[in-house]
């Protein structure tokens, strides 16, 4: 699939919008999952919560359908030990806005250095930048 740029673009600065919506929170998270993401968003989750980051409050920049996340507070101790299948996006209040595949090698839709994560070790992302349909 490809999308026009100024298509793309309305559609990143909308998700942009959505993950930095909120009041109860300081701060939109990113919680990080083992095992494949759910079907559907809203489902109860099964999978094992390795760790959660923390994203700025206005979450990132967008230019022509590409999104960049702005600095990621890494998450210093990992809840749990396993590899990173999946993440998603919870915005302000808490509320599910996105979820991403995770890979080590280019097919997820976040691509970590590594998916093994121990236990007690920080979990960090360097920069993200995630590419809104097919640019």
Request: negative net charge; aromatic residues 6%; charged residues 20%.
């Given at each position: 699939?490809?999308?026009?740029?100024?298509v793309r673009s309305t559609m990143a600065q909308e998700l942009i919008a959505a993950m930095a919506a909120g009041t109860t929170n300081p701060n939109p998270l990113m919680e990080v999952y083992e095992g494949s993401e759910p079907a559907s968003m809203?489902?109860?989750?099964?999978?094992?919560?390795?760790?959660?980051?923390?994203l700025t409050d206005t979450v990132a920049t967008e230019w022509d359908g590409i999104?960049?996340?702005?600095?990621?507070?890494?998450?210093?101790?990992?809840?749990?030990?396993?590899?990173?299948?999946?993440?998603?996006?919870l915005d302000r209040d808490g509320e599910e806005v996105v979820y991403f595949?995770?890979?080590?090698?280019?097919?997820?839709d976040?691509?970590?250095?590594?998916?093994?994560?121990v236990a007690g070790a920080p979990i960090a992302i360097s920069s993200l930048q995630v590419i809104v349909g097919g640019a």
């Amino acid at each position: 699939m490809k999308i026009r740029t100024v298509v793309r673009s309305t559609m990143a600065q909308e998700l942009i919008a959505a993950m930095a919506a909120g009041t109860t929170n300081p701060n939109p998270l990113m919680e990080v999952y083992e095992g494949s993401e759910p079907a559907s968003m809203g489902e109860t989750i099964s999978d094992t919560l390795l760790g959660t980051l923390t994203l700025t409050d206005t979450v990132a920049t967008e230019w022509d359908g590409i999104i960049n996340f702005l600095s990621i507070a890494q998450d210093s101790a990992a809840d749990a030990s396993g590899t990173a299948g999946w993440c998603r996006i919870l915005d302000r209040d808490g509320e599910e806005v996105v979820y991403f595949s995770i890979s080590e090698d280019g097919t997820g839709d976040i691509d970590f250095n590594t998916t093994a994560i121990v236990a007690g070790a920080p979990i960090a992302i360097s920069s993200l930048q995630v590419i809104v349909g097919g640019a």
